[in-house]
């Protein structure tokens, strides 16, 4: 009996002490998850901050002297401002940002740069001051937190990370990450970042509760860990499912466009060909070009070409039902599926209504793009998705030689047999 009790009281020190270790351990890697979501939260603050200043150069050097401040702040925060100044007159959507202080010596820096757009902190009004100065002025403010972006910002919000942006127009120390640090209760990393051409430095902290606390003893101590166990479990097989969610979109959307990719829109076209076939209903493929994108790319830069490709897939993504699907096909070509869509006059109008959608207002600051679009209707044109394509990439390319918005491939196939034309296209 007393060496079944030793054998007991063992065996129960041994579990304290395994059950003490394992939540010591479970304590520490919590503590890691916490400190590499803070990290996580910074970098994607930082990433923000970075790609809202890049955007804002390039909207201030692709900008004209008829360029209407509205448009310039279109697609920052409902605080951006902007003014296009001449030597007779100045045009502003809000307060005269000449009169900032840190006007001043960013006019000169640009100036001294050639006119190309710079960028200055005024900490007067905590904001940063894009400018360009050649023939003409151009200025572009951006409050502190309009740099995190309304996206980054609801991210930010659902980890429950508090994210605060400070400007300052000397430079704060050495650029780079500081270490993790606990302040009242919180876990708080901050970055110092130089804006380009030493601009002024953006210092952004990112806090988050350190609520890792220990558990109780005795029984609650295993029910604690045995609900623990539980819901890591849960927690487990949670993340599993999110990182193979994750994966499939990774697999499956375009990373610049945030549109299904090449390889998803084949997929889904052929599914769609087997319903089509099965009901007879038809569909319709259309192939979308944008004139003159190369020549965007070689003046304004790759970078602004990535942003107008961006606003033309959220311009054909507005442009569509729910039940249809837009596609990057590659390059500057998109492609969109349109289930049921077969009569002539559907097909026109869905078409007239994509190139116009792209064409009506400027796509990015003030330049402007216009599109070819051909169509191909299944079954009339083709019955596999290389056969439509086939045929309104033809149809796109008569549209494009012709200097019309949209062709549809029955159209083309009627002129050219009547003009005695055969268009190849590679």
Same mark, same amino acid.
């Given at each position: ?12 020190v ?19 998850e916490?400190?590499?979501?803070v990290?996580s939260?910074?970098?994607? @603050?930082?990433?923000?901050a970075?790609?809202t =200043? /890049?955007r !804002?150069?390039a909207?201030?050097? %692709? #900008?004209? +002297?008829?360029?209407d401040?509205?448009?310039?702040t279109?697609?920052?925060?409902a ?6 100044a001449?030597?007779?007159a ?5 307060a ?8 001043g010596?960013a006019?000169r ?21 894009i400018?360009a100065?050649?023939?003409?002025t151009?200025v ?5 937190q ?5 996206i980054?910002?609801?991210?930010? @919000? ?6 605060? =942006? /400070?400007? !300052?127009?000397?430079?704060?120390g %050495? #650029?780079? +990450?500081?270490e993790?640090?606990n302040?009242d209760?919180?876990r ?6 130089t804006l380009?051409?030493?601009?002024g ?5 990112v806090?988050?509760?350190?609520n ?6 005795g029984?609650?101590?295993y ?9 890591l479990v849960g927690?487990?097989?949670?993340t599993?499912r ?10 499956t959307t ?6 299904v ?10 599914e769609?060909l087997?319903a089509?076939e099965?009901?007879g ?6 192939l979308i070009d ?6 965007i790319n070689?003046?304004?830069g790759?970078?602004?070409g ?6 033309s ?9 729910e ?6 096909w ?5 492609v969109?599926l349109?289930?049921?869509?077969e ?5 026109r ?11 009506t ?13 051909g169509?191909?209707v ?12 086939k ?34 296209h590679?």
């Open positions: 009996m007393r060496l079944v009790r030793l054998g007991a009281l063992v065996g129960s041994v579990l304290l002490v395994a059950t003490s270790v394992s939540m010591f351990n479970k304590r520490v890697e919590l503590q890691r916490l400190d590499a979501q990290a939260v910074l970098l994607l @603050a930082n990433q923000s970075d790609a =200043v /890049a !804002a150069l909207v201030a050097e %692709a #900008s004209t +002297v008829d360029t401040p509205s448009a310039l279109a697609s920052f925060g605080d951006a401002a902007a003014c296009i001449t030597a007779s100045t045009d502003c959507n809000g005269d940002l000449l009169a900032l202080g840190a006007f010596a006019a820096a640009s100036l001294d740069s050639g006119g190309s757009a710079v960028v200055a902190v005024d900490e007067s009004s905590d904001s940063i001051l400018v100065r050649d023939e003409f151009v572009i403010k951006l409050q502190s309009e740099l995190l972006g309304e980054t910002a609801d991210a930010f @919000a659902e980890t429950g990370a508090a994210v605060d =942006v /400070a400007l !300052a127009a000397d430079r704060q %050495a #650029s780079g +990450v500081a993790l640090r302040v209760g919180y708080v990393l901050e970055s110092v970042t380009p051409g030493d601009g430095t953006i210092v952004i902290g806090r988050l509760a350190n890792i606390g220990l558990v109780g003893e029984l609650m101590l029910l604690v860990l045995l609900a623990l166990g539980t819901v927690l487990a097989g949670w599993f999110i990182d193979r969610r994750a994966l499939e979109i990774r697999a375009d990373e610049l466009t945030g549109l990719n090449r390889h998803e829109f084949e997929r889904r076209t052929d769609a087997i089509a099965r009901s209903v038809g569909l319709c493929i259309m944008l004139n003159g994108f190369k020549q070689d003046t304004l790759h970078q602004f990535d942003l107008v490709l961006q606003a897939a959220e311009r054909l993504s507005g442009a569509v039902r039940t249809e699907i837009v596609g990057r590659g390059g500057d070509e998109f969109v349109l289930p049921g869509v009569g002539g006059s559907a097909v109008s869905s078409a007239e209504r994509i190139a116009h959608r792209l064409s207002t400027p796509i990015v600051g003030d330049v402007s793009i216009a599109a070819a679009v169509a191909a299944f079954p009339q044109h083709g019955k596999t998705l290389d056969e439509l394509i045929a309104a990439d033809l149809a796109m390319y008569g549209a494009k030689s012709t200097g019309v918005s949209y062709r549809v491939a029955d159209s083309l196939a009627h002129d050219m047999a009547a003009e005695g034309q055969l268009f190849i590679g």
